[in-house]
């Protein structure tokens, strides 16, 4: 690196529904997001940005409403978390401190609440046993969940 240039950096992916919104209510369509956030998103979120460049990407990025449905909705519920003067609550789109990907990014991490992490065995995984898979929201609650705390 060069006397004066920044260091860019790691992307980290972050699915929206579920992970984000909590998800509770059926999908209607990519602009519709009835939901309250998950507990402790937001302001882990927020943390998050001081290492990394941090990028949400879901089913609802394909299209321009979709993608700002998630910041309206990311917006508007930071207001509420943070209070109104806080860069997550702050708009234009533009200058957001998260993205809003239209395609998948080329992520550092990625973090989703419908996928498996691939260790390099591929017979670790038989494909009908995926049938049975559950996210963590729909499976028997273990403890409940505590907000975050940076």
């Known amino acids: 690196m060069m006397c004066g240039e920044m260091q860019k950096k790691p992307i980290l992916c972050v699915d929206f529904d579920g992970v984000v919104h909590s ?4 999908w209607v369509d990519e602009y519709t997001i009835p939901d309250k956030p998950v507990p402790g998103a937001l302001r882990w ?5 001081e290492w990394f ?10 299209t321009t409403a979709g993608r700002i449905a998630m910041f309206t909705w990311m917006s508007a519920h930071s207001a ?8 997550m609550a702050a708009k234009p789109f533009d200058n957001y401190p ?3 990907a239209s395609e998948k990014p080329a992520a550092f991490l990625t973090i989703d ?7 390099g065995d591929w017979s670790k995984f038989k494909p009908v046993d995926l049938l049975n898979f559950k996210p963590w929201n729909k499976r028997p609650a273990v403890k409940p969940l505590a907000p975050y705390e940076a």
């Open 23 to 26: 998800y509770v209510q059926p």
């Open 98 to 100: 998260i993205k809003f």
């Open 45 to 49: 979120l927020w943390k998050a940005t």
């Open 80 to 87: 509420d978390e943070f209070g109104h003067n806080h860069p």
């Open 113 to 119: 609440d419908r996928a498996v992490c691939f260790e």
């Open 53 to 62: 460049d941090v990028q949400i990407y879901s089913s609802r990025s394909k």
